[in-house]
């Protein structure tokens, strides 16, 4: 009897997902007692590479940690913080803690959603733009606040977005 | 018992006294007070996430889980105070408000554990109405279906899944009121780590996971004059499904069986015992052949559910599986060809039907290995022994009432040997029963084999048969398995044989037997020691107990197969195996 052991295949392939630094990563957290409690780190780097999670990505972790596949994607489901889609190459904040909400940020976030033709969470279809809403980014001072990549703009009325997208498509094209 | 070991308590005012380290609820029960319970199942570890067992414990500010509050000494519990009683009714009113309000067209109406809680704790109203969440159901599965819609997030199916099966298949995905308990990514069940074992609908307190139900398709063939439909039983059938009925734990119910097929309609009704007799004397034969050749251990293959853990998480291990096919295959496979020729039936007109303890059967019985013909499957249909119950109560059949009769010849004919399958090393026994014969070439007279039966899960022995010794090691509840099966490949111990069941307790703790009457839990050793006496009375009551002594195994031989392991047996009763994705994390 053959091919009894897909065992080398999973191995390779999980290897195949993942850049070296991040396999380093992983092959130190396994060589230390309790490697599975590592995942959250482990999570965050290939994020942080990706820009999001893809299944793939969780399988190649889940075989690679050997900590089993429902347990990983119930973490990366679990955080707010772990995408699971692709995200934009701008990620567009728009500020709902109450100093912002007071001073008009439904009325931003409204014209935000037109302007790009997308919802809170999605993406647009030319991977440019996602759009989000946020709590408080602790500038009150200067609501209603939004942050589009580390970018803050403070005061920012509805008619100003269309400006702020074109002045932020024009920084990718001169970069 | 040690002064200082002990705990004295006040529960409800009458003083208890327990060992240290003993839970209120575990105290409580001591002076037959049941406290409310959802998520909590002695076999599993504790979760507390229902809070339904909340209790009332003097000086302390808040209500405590009975299931994990350790007792301490002085401790004055209150069960049932008005407070108590108002805030475990409001608990339940919430589940009830984000649960379907289908009682009455609910497969489990009747059998629910959340459906009693709320009648026992008094819910009589619905006062709180607001959005429920909202889940499409996954049926896709050839065995496990799962209704998120039913699910109230006890998480007794994750734990059994880890904890018992050590299959890791299911988790709770995202959270807060999106919550839902899947496999990884949210797939379907077929394409997940699940093994189609059914422990979960078990453990499941709800409808939220239950069988792929074929009973429509069984009323169909059975009311159908174009078809000749044709039964067989499984051994640990005869053991549980007097439950159904009222019948004590435990009672064997084997005539009553047969006849209530009888009265269902079916054509012919045969007994897998049959099967599992055949399995033997092949698997037995198959064991000598190893001896000599190899590959040792040798795993058995009867258990669908152990066969599916074995492709996923330990593929290496296939050249070491025994190639016989289960005794339920083996009996079908028999059906549509040695009974089709013998009854003068095309094998197409057929119609064949599996009773079985098992959800995973309905998993093996459409595996393309499993077919006759790429269009004709060796079984048309499996019943679990709830649905079996079912199908005998909705035909309005008084089964405690019924006179006994027998199975229908040719396949009808079977050993202790047989009857014993059904429990946790019975197979084992039964091999050992024949191998001893094969092996020393003359009448063995020992036939009981206590040391294999392996009631804590995991059991290993060293059997003297003439002058050789046989390692073997049973092994049900697949973390178990695995324990074994780790030290195999680790080389730790060289094993001659091992038996796998994936349930725990074998077949009469399958995933599709009845849920527990009164007094039991699911799962309950005190439920499965019952069930398992049935199948030592039954085989203790036969005069033949040894597979290969079987006349009718005897005459298949002799008139349709040939000889064990000759071609003809090999394309009907043997089968094989291949390494499965996604691949299992063990």
Not at chain 2, 120 to 148: I, P, Q
Not at chain 2, 234 to 256: K, Q, V
Request: net charge negative; glycine share 8%; proline share 6%.
């Amino acid at each position: 009897m053959s091919n009894t052991n897909q065992w080398d295949a999973v191995d390779a392939q999980s290897r195949a997902v993942l850049p070296d630094a991040i396999m380093h990563y992983i092959t130190e957290c396994r060589a230390r007692p309790h490697a599975e409690s590592r995942l959250i780190a482990v999570l965050h780097k290939v994020q942080q590479h990706f820009g999001y999670l893809a299944p793939e990505h969780l399988d190649a972790v889940a075989q690679l940690l050997q900590i089993p596949t429902a347990k990983v994607t119930g973490v990366a489901t679990f955080y707010h913080f772990f995408h699971l889609e692709p995200r934009g190459k701008f990620v567009i904040n728009v500020c709902m803690g109450t100093a912002c909400y007071v001073k008009g940020a439904d009325r931003i976030a409204e014209r935000l959603k037109e302007e790009l033709g997308i919802d809170f969470g999605e993406t647009t279809k030319d991977g440019l733009f996602t759009l989000d809403a946020t709590r408080c980014l602790g500038t009150c001072g200067l609501a209603p606040v939004i942050m589009i990549g580390d970018q803050v703009h403070g005061e920012v009325t509805p008619d100003q977005i269309p400006n702020l997208l074109e002045q932020t498509l024009r920084s990718l094209r001169s970069s | 018992m040690n002064e200082q070991n002990t705990v004295t308590l006040l529960i409800d005012e009458v003083s208890v006294q327990v060992p240290a380290g003993t839970t209120i609820m575990e105290a409580a029960e001591t002076l037959g007070i049941t406290i409310p319970r959802l998520c909590y199942h002695p076999d599993l570890s504790l979760q507390g996430s229902c809070r339904v067992c909340l209790v009332e414990v003097q000086d302390i500010p808040f209500y405590v889980t009975a299931c994990s509050a350790s007792v301490t000494e002085g401790m004055a519990v209150r069960t049932n105070s008005p407070e108590i009683r108002q805030a475990r009714r409001d608990i339940v009113e919430l589940l009830l408000d984000n649960h379907p309000r289908e009682c009455q067209t609910c497969e489990r109406d009747g059998h629910c554990e959340l459906q009693r809680l709320a009648y026992t704790l008094g819910v009589r109203e619905r006062l709180f109405e607001g959005e429920r969440k909202c889940f499409a159901v996954e049926d896709s599965s050839s065995a496990v279906v799962r209704d998120s819609e039913k699910c109230i997030l006890c998480g007794r199916c994750v734990r059994v899944c880890d904890e018992i099966q050590g299959v890791h298949n299911l988790s709770q995905q995202h959270r807060g009121d999106l919550t839902v308990v899947t496999p990884a990514h949210g797939a379907k069940m077929d394409d997940s780590v699940c093994i189609q074992c059914g422990q979960c609908i078990n453990v499941c307190p709800t409808a939220s996971l239950l069988e792929k139900s074929h009973t429509d398709k069984v009323w169909q063939a059975l009311a159908d004059p174009a078809k000749h439909v044709v039964v067989q039983t499984a051994p640990s059938i005869r053991a549980a499904i007097g439950e159904g009925f009222g019948l004590a734990p435990g009672t064997p119910a084997t005539g009553r069986m047969v006849t209530a097929l009888r009265r269902l309609g079916f054509d012919a009704i045969f007994d897998t015992d049959l099967g599992a007799d055949l399995t033997i004397v092949e698997e037995a034969h198959e064991f000598l052949r190893r001896l000599q050749t190899g590959p040792l251990p040798m795993l058995t293959s009867c258990s669908p559910g152990w066969i599916s853990f074995m492709e996923k998480f330990y593929p290496e291990l296939i050249p070491h599986a025994s190639t016989c096919r289960s005794p339920m295959s083996m009996t079908s496979a028999l059906i549509k060809s040695y009974y089709a020729e013998t009854s003068q039936h095309r094998p197409e007109e057929i119609y064949s039907v599996a009773v079985m303890p098992c959800v995973a059967k309905k998993y093996e019985a459409q595996r393309p290995e499993h077919y006759l013909t790429p269009d004709l499957p060796m079984t048309d249909a499996v019943l679990t022994t709830r649905e079996l119950i079912w199908m005998i109560q909705s035909y309005g059949i008084d089964f405690a009432a019924l006179p006994d009769s027998a199975f229908d010849a040719p396949l009808g004919i079977a050993t202790g040997a047989g009857d014993i399958f059904g429990t946790t090393g019975g197979v084992m026994e039964a091999t050992l029963r024949t191998a001893a014969e094969y092996l020393t070439g003359n009448p063995v007279q020992r036939l009981e084999y206590t040391e294999v039966r392996a009631v804590e899960g995991l059991r290993e022995a060293d059997i003297a048969i003439g002058d050789q010794t046989v390692t073997v090691g049973v092994a049900n509840g697949l973390i178990n398995a695995k324990t074994l099966l780790d030290r195999v490949i680790r080389g730790e111990r060289q094993y001659h044989i091992i038996e796998i069941m994936a349930c725990p307790g074998g077949c009469i703790g399958g995933g599709g037997q009845p849920y527990p009457p009164r007094g039991f839990h699911i799962l309950d050793p005190a439920l499965l020691a019952q069930r398992a006496s049935a199948l030592y009375q039954s085989d203790a009551a036969r005069s033949l107990r040894r597979s290969h002594e079987n006349p009718a195994v005897q005459a298949l031989y002799d008139a349709f197969l040939g000889e064990p392991g000759s071609e003809k047996s090999h394309a009907l009763l043997h089968t094989s195996y291949a390494a499965k994705l996604p691949k299992g994390i063990r």
